[in-house]
């Protein structure tokens, strides 16, 4: 049981490039979250879905897409990768979305834009 | 919008008790919770408290949470070396898409 994983652990882009985050789980959790940390701040999410095929916007969904084509997948794509983009990639996954339930978050991704 | 904050940085030595705080300006904060960031991990859930309580404790840790003054503490009893991590406060008024996290407190144990 792996839990959360997160690829790739560590990326640098350079501005205009694109990439994909992938965050995997093995516990057949329904709701899938992605956050990105930033020094100084809490954690802030990005997008999240509540189960496969559904996606939804958070609090900082711009320049970010989503897809959870698979229940124990969701990607997070970067179209055309900014500096203000840099920043501490967390994803997450919960059984269900329910107030006091365990979040499980995966070990995070570094992404440098330049 | 929701607000919470915490100091930067605390440093206790080993042995004593540590005592983290958060503040928060929303009243209608359903579940307060602490997450446990350790070096090079994710955040971890240590404890949370419904609103309607005042007090929470597990093993070393207990939870305070004065509602009418928005505030909310974690205390360590016995705080060891592995307790050294970034320590989130965060609270909720619905689901976990709409949780509001702290700016986190570095907890430095010295020995």
């Known amino acids: 049981n792996a839990g959360v994983t997160q690829t790739p652990k560590f990326r640098v882009l350079k501005t205009g490039q694109s990439m994909t985050l992938l965050c995997a789980q093995d516990m057949n959790h329904e709701y899938m979250y992605w956050y990105r940390q930033d020094p100084g701040m809490g954690l802030r999410l990005i997008h999240y879905?509540?189960?496969?095929?559904?996606?939804a916007k958070g609090e900082v969904p711009d320049g970010y897409n989503v897809s959870r084509l698979k229940k124990q997948n969701f990607l997070l794509g970067l179209e055309s990768a900014a500096p203000s983009q840099t920043s501490v990639y967390f994803c997450a996954s919960s059984y269900s979305g329910g107030l006091g339930e365990t979040q499980y978050f995966g070990p995070g991704t570094r992404l440098l834009v330049l | 919008g929701e607000d919470v904050e915490q100091s930067l940085f605390l440093s206790v030595r080993e042995g004593d008790s540590s005592v983290i705080n958060c503040t928060y300006t929303?009243?209608?904060?359903?579940?307060l919770y602490w997450y446990k960031q350790e070096p090079g991990a994710g955040l971890q859930l240590l404890t949370y408290i419904f609103s309607n309580m005042d007090m929470k404790q597990d093993q070393r840790l207990t939870v305070l949470l004065n509602k009418k003054d928005k505030h909310l503490s974690l205390r360590i009893a016995d705080t060891q070396t592995g307790d050294s991590a970034i320590y989130f406060c965060a609270e909720s008024t619905g689901g976990y898409q709409k949780v509001t996290f702290g700016t986190g407190t570095k907890l430095q144990v010295i020995p």
């Open positions: 879905s509540v189960g496969e095929g559904t996606t």
């Open positions: 929303d009243s209608s904060s359903t579940y």
